[in-house]
């Protein structure tokens, strides 16, 4: 059992950066792969990226690729997702998940799920 909590979203301008959290309550994260999705209203959660846990290689969606950076604190068991260059297109709620395995780029395959957190990005 995975349980997630995100923070540190908010509303920031075009052009901002914003570096969002995920804490995991499982301490035993090496055989999981970790990923952030986002939701915007009206819309299905889309894969922004991933990470495996044990070995740190990651995967991103290419609209984010470039901008976007996955991380983890192996010593804090969590999740990060830093965030450049942010536009109104990545307006969303932004979630974390957990998934045995590789990383998977749909949602179908997460069995744990954070809470979400919103980001607004105005221009």
């Known amino acids: 059992q995975v349980q997630l909590a995100e923070y540190g979203g908010g509303l920031v301008q075009a ?68 965030m450049n260059n942010l536009q109104s297109e990545d307006t969303a709620v932004y979630y974390c998940a957990a998934t045995e395995g590789y990383i998977q780029t749909t949602a179908e395959w997460y069995l744990y799920w954070g809470q979400g957190t919103q980001v607004t990005v105005s221009s």
């Open 15 to 82: 052009g901002d950066s914003l570096t969002l959290s995920c804490a995991a309550s499982a301490r035993a994260l090496s055989k999981y792969s970790m990923a952030w999705f986002r939701q915007a209203p009206g819309e299905g959660r889309e894969f922004v990226g991933g990470i495996v846990w044990n070995d740190g290689s990651t995967r991103y969606a290419y609209s984010v690729n470039g901008r976007f950076t996955i991380s983890r604190d192996w010593a804090k068991f969590t999740l990060y997702l830093q």
